[in-house]
């Protein structure tokens, strides 16, 4: 919500949309209205260009055909920010424009980064023709039904088991060694830890010295906060 307490609101449905949009900005509704009208039809083709396999050939060849002249309008607002996509659409409405970035913010990308036209557009625009779904019984039931998954293939789950270090032999990862002292042989180790902690744990000879100095001076960037 903004400060007085308003929001606008995403629907499946584009007339409530639009009617969310008004309330905030008149005439904000109409042009977001038009450009889903005419986009809807081509939202597939838009998510294979845009999350397609790389390199991505057909799929931009197939939508420049079915885009024709506004197939430059839409490369220019797509591959420059979310900020200036809402207030060109917009015409440079503020609220309406924060509105659209804020689906942007799900890749990571600040709204003023060239790149992020491109994530906000598609999510808002996937809202419309597919719904955001959620899964029955909460977010939990994700991390469920994959640890099922895990559990049935032979995987064991630890919780409560930092690792200290990663253990290198011959060139090569052999395990890990958690806080208590015990040691996990393995023969690849994978993480989704970010690039500084991740430095911590790994010893002087496992990465080209470069490489390990960047990740233990890498600066982060902005964040999603919900």
Aim: proline residues 7%; charged residues 20%; hydrophobic residues 45%.
């Amino acid at each position: 919500p903004f400060e007085d307490g308003s929001a606008i609101a995403l629907h499946r449905d584009l007339g409530a949309t639009v009617s969310s949009l008004d309330a905030a900005h008149r005439g904000a509704g109409a042009a977001w209205g038009e450009l889903i009208d005419q986009y809807r039809p081509l939202a597939q083709a838009l998510v294979e260009a845009i999350l397609g396999r790389l390199p991505p050939l057909r799929p931009p060849l197939a939508l420049a055909a079915a885009l024709r002249g506004d197939g430059l309008l839409l490369a220019r607002r797509m591959t420059g920010s979310i900020e200036a996509f809402g207030l060109d659409l917009f015409s440079d409405a503020r609220r309406p424009t924060a509105w659209l970035a804020g689906s942007a913010q799900h890749s990571g990308l600040p709204p003023s980064t060239a790149g992020s036209g491109a994530f906000g557009f598609l999510l808002q625009l996937l809202g419309h023709t597919h719904g955001w779904p959620f899964p029955a019984g909460g977010q939990g039931e994700i991390t469920n039904a994959l640890l099922k998954i895990a559990a049935r293939d032979g995987a064991e789950i630890r919780c409560q088991a930092s690792v200290k270090r990663v253990l290198v032999g011959g060139g090569r990862t052999t395990g890990v060694e958690l806080a208590n002292g015990e040691q996990l042989p393995a023969r690849d180790v994978v993480s989704t830890i970010s690039a500084r902690p991740l430095a911590a744990i790994l010893p002087e000879q496992a990465l080209p010295h470069r490489l390990l100095r960047r990740l233990r001076i890498w600066r982060y960037g902005t964040a999603a906060f919900k």
